[in-house]
Nanobody
Framework: VQLQAFGGGLVQTGGSLRLSCAASGFSLDYYTVTWFRQAPGKEREGVSCIRRSDGYRYYAGSVKGRFTISRDNARNTVYLQMNSLGPEDTAVYYC????????????????????WGQGTQVTVSS
């Protein structure tokens, strides 16, 4: 059972990246998947979540309107499309999966997830 996050890199302010979270050994269809990020010296924060069973999406206020989370069940992958990136988006991005079906702000609690990817670095230059 493994989650792998990839797609990070170095991009200029205003640019875009698409992160991928691929699962092996289990089907992401039945899991809520959330992207977190952690910048140096800061706590890990929830970025976006796609809830299992109904696909409801949550976004942190700082990324709403710029980031889009989606899932491709055939590829067993969840994506995070990030547009209009700024230096404040620089962080290591992690994906996490859990059987939780979160409501309100519980999606952003790291402790409710069962599996974590290894993280991918996103650096936005000014």
């Amino acid at each position: 059972v493994q989650l792998q996050a990839f797609g990070g890199g170095l991009v200029q302010t205003g640019g875009s990246l698409r992160l991928s979270c691929a699962a092996s050994g289990f089907s992401l269809d039945y899991y809520t998947v959330t992207w977190f990020r952690q910048a140096p010296g800061k706590e890990r924060e929830g970025v976006s979540c796609i809830r299992r069973s109904d696909g409801y999406r949550y976004y942190a206020g700082s990324v709403k309107g710029r980031f889009t989370i989606s899932r491709d069940n055939a590829r067993n992958t969840v994506y995070l499309q990030m547009n209009s990136l700024g230096p404040e988006d620089t962080a290591v991005y992690y994906c996490a999966a859990g059987v939780v079906r979160p409501i309100q702000n519980s999606w952003a609690s790291p402790g409710v997830y069962d599996y974590w990817g290894q993280g991918t670095q996103v650096t936005v230059s000014s």
